[in-house]
């Protein structure tokens, strides 16, 4: 019994140059279309944020011009209701933060009776804010609700 002759085929097939860019474009923009994926991209920050203590609550909302951000501290636990923080109680410690990038804002910060420049970053359902004034500063982070 003969066999059939055995062609061999290389282990890999030359793709030209061109055909790998059009490939990697179309990769990029399948996942670009992927609703979830472009949806954690630029996720609003807009809502109700708790800090990780469970101790404050703060609603952020986008003020001025629509893209700069607000937050306002709304609720304190009763076992940190002192008099210093109930004077921040229902008022703006972050206002008009600009957006410098995606999901990033710069402005001010209302602290302790000071006012710091900050940064607020969202990162799906955890924002951060830092606040500084000069080289000393402090971080908090908060959990969407």
């Known amino acids: 019994m003969r066999r059939p002759n055995r062609v061999n085929f290389p282990e890999t097939i030359p793709v030209p140059f061109y055909a790998r860019r059009i490939a990697a474009a179309a990769a990029a923009l399948a996942l670009?279309?992927?609703?979830?994926?472009?949806?954690?991209?630029?996720?609003?920050?807009?809502?109700?944020?708790?800090?990780?203590?469970?101790?404050?609550?703060?609603?952020?909302?986008?003020?001025?011009?629509?893209?700069?951000?607000?937050?306002?501290?709304?609720?304190?636990?009763?076992?940190?209701?002192?008099?210093?923080?109930?004077?921040?109680?229902?008022?703006?410690?972050v206002q008009g933060a600009m957006p410098v990038q995606v999901n990033k804002w710069r402005g001010t910060v209302s602290y302790n009776g000071e006012t710091l420049s900050g940064s607020v970053t969202l990162a799906g359902d955890v924002m951060s804010l830092q606040g500084c004034k000069g080289i000393f500063c402090q971080s908090m982070s908060f959990q969407r609700l």
């Open 32 to 93: 670009l279309a992927t609703p979830t994926l472009a949806a954690d991209i630029a996720k609003s920050p807009v809502g109700v944020w708790q800090t990780e203590q469970g101790d404050a609550r703060f609603r952020v909302s986008l003020c001025g011009d629509g893209k700069q951000l607000c937050a306002k501290l709304t609720w304190l636990r009763q076992d940190v209701r002192s008099a210093e923080n109930l004077r921040y109680l229902n008022k703006y410690v």
